[in-house]
């Protein structure tokens, strides 16, 4: 017949041998760490199926969790998840969390996907992008007269991709529809936030002329 479970402090003399012994402090660890388990399972679950990144509200929202427990399941998962030890890699970008490839593995995937909201950008689309990026919200009007040639094509070209989408429209009847970069483009570039962009004195000789039409544009639209 089997003895009954006694219930000692943690800090209770010794038990004879073979005496079932329960410890609270010992149990209640184990269930605080398998819950902390289950939860960055189901992150790693979210993040699998997102289409963007999420933050840790919107984490804590869809797994019905605390936030702060959620920080500390994100700590276990980018422990599973890290480089060289995992072909997936979490990483905090565009504001939120999300998987990307490992860098060994970016190669075989990049072949298998192609990675369409980079591939064959034109050189006109790079521009717009640019634009966009450093001066956005604005407008196909806005861009014309920084690149001095029309922006159609280039502007649907990084809408269809997903790279730009629309933010309003200018001032006054008929104003122009006004654009900026999406969650889509800090992903792809790799950027947390648009505030990671490259410095404009940083990109080269031409940085003044950039900057000088940049400003013309944006007082013109605030005139």
Aim: a negative charge; charged letters at 30%.
């Amino acid at each position: 017949m089997d003895r009954p479970l006694r219930l000692i402090p943690a800090a209770s003399p010794e038990v004879a041998e073979g005496d079932p012994v329960f410890r609270p402090g010992v149990v209640g660890l184990a269930d605080d760490a398998s819950s902390l388990d289950r939860l960055a399972r189901t992150l790693e679950a979210l993040l699998v199926v997102a289409s963007a990144p999420l933050s840790v509200d919107e984490l804590a929202a869809a797994a019905d969790d605390d936030p702060e427990r959620v920080e500390d399941a994100l700590r276990l998962v980018a422990e599973r998840f890290a480089e060289e030890r995992s072909g997936i890699v979490l990483e905090h970008v565009a504001g939120g969390w999300a998987f990307r490839a490992g860098r060994e593995e970016a190669a075989a995937c990049a072949r298998l996907f192609e990675r369409p909201a980079q591939r064959n950008l034109s050189q006109a689309a790079l521009e717009t992008l640019a634009i966009v990026a450093y001066l956005g919200p604005c407008s196909r009007p806005d861009i014309a007269r920084i690149r001095g040639v029309a922006a159609e094509s280039a502007v649907a070209n990084l809408l269809e991709r997903g790279l730009i989408a629309e933010a309003g429209r200018d001032n006054g009847a008929g104003g122009a529809v006004r654009y900026r970069t999406t969650p889509l483009f800090e992903r792809v570039f790799g950027l947390e936030s648009l505030s990671e962009l490259p410095r404009l004195d940083d990109v080269g000789a031409d940085a003044a002329e950039i900057r000088d039409r940049l400003h013309a544009v944006a007082e013109k639209r605030s005139a």
